[in-house]
């Protein structure tokens, strides 16, 4: 079974408008760290935003937020105000405290596009 | 400047050649992580190292290897490249709390 799934493969968005990008995940870890990265066409990884299994409150970062809903296992990303600049691939990421090598599992990301 | 640093930027290779991918960090990370992306797909792990001296596969190990005989390098070795290891690689570094430092990425052809 996918860790990570994203059922977005692309979105659009009007500039100025609000955006929700979907993440679900698959774990039996109670412990577990979920992250939001950037990758624009340059391609570099930038990450966004993080959000852990134990936080009580939902993670926000400027623009970006993270809609953490435990008990349906999503962990959605809520990009407010969206500018040009935002269009990009967006990957969200688990990691779960229970494995040795703290490594990070990707889902499949979303194309987010911004229209002027 | 502090970070993973990787080299080359981009290569390419032809059937059946050899190389390695270099990867470089100056943060005193213990952790340590190859990744690969195909076209419009998220991140695979290839190897992982949790220290100096210690290597463990991910998801996708076949066709590569690694070493980390320092805690600064953890180069990636390719042997008998394949048209199937076309991809960006990434080298990223961790601490072990929740900060990931992902190098610039390597694009790499096999032809």
């Known amino acids: 079974a996918q860790k990570i799934t994203q059922t977005q493969p692309g979105m659009f968005v009007q500039e100025k408008e609000a955006v929700t990008l979907d993440c679900t995940y698959d774990?039996?870890?109670?412990?577990?760290?979920l992250f939001w990265y950037k990758q624009p066409s340059s391609g570099e990884m930038i990450f966004l935003i993080y959000?852990?299994?134990?936080?009580?409150q939902n993670a926000t970062e400027g623009r970006y937020s993270l809609n953490f809903q435990k008990a349906r296992k999503s962990a959605n990303l809520v990009i407010s105000a969206s500018q040009l600049g935002d269009s990009a691939m967006y990957f969200c990421a688990m990691r779960e405290i229970d494995n040795a090598g703290n490594m990070l599992t990707f889902g499949g990301g979303t194309r987010l596009m911004v229209k002027p | 400047n502090a970070g993973v640093t990787q080299t080359p930027k981009f290569r390419i290779l032809k059937i059946g050649q050899s190389m390695t991918l270099q990867c470089a960090q100056d943060?005193?990370?213990?952790?340590m992580y190859w990744y690969r992306q195909d076209p419009g797909m998220g991140l695979k792990l290839i190897y992982y190292s949790v220290g100096a001296g210690i290597t463990d596969k991910g998801e996708v190990p076949n066709g590569y290897n690694v070493s980390r005989s320092t805690t600064e390098d953890f180069p990636l070795r390719l042997e008998l490249a394949a048209p199937s290891q076309t991809s960006v690689y990434f080298c990223a570094s961790s601490a072990g709390n929740e900060g990931y430092t992902f190098g610039s990425g390597t694009r790499l052809t096999v032809v």
């Open positions: 774990t039996s870890d109670p412990s577990y760290g």
């Open positions: 943060m005193n990370h213990n952790y």
């Open positions: 959000q852990g299994s134990y936080d009580q």
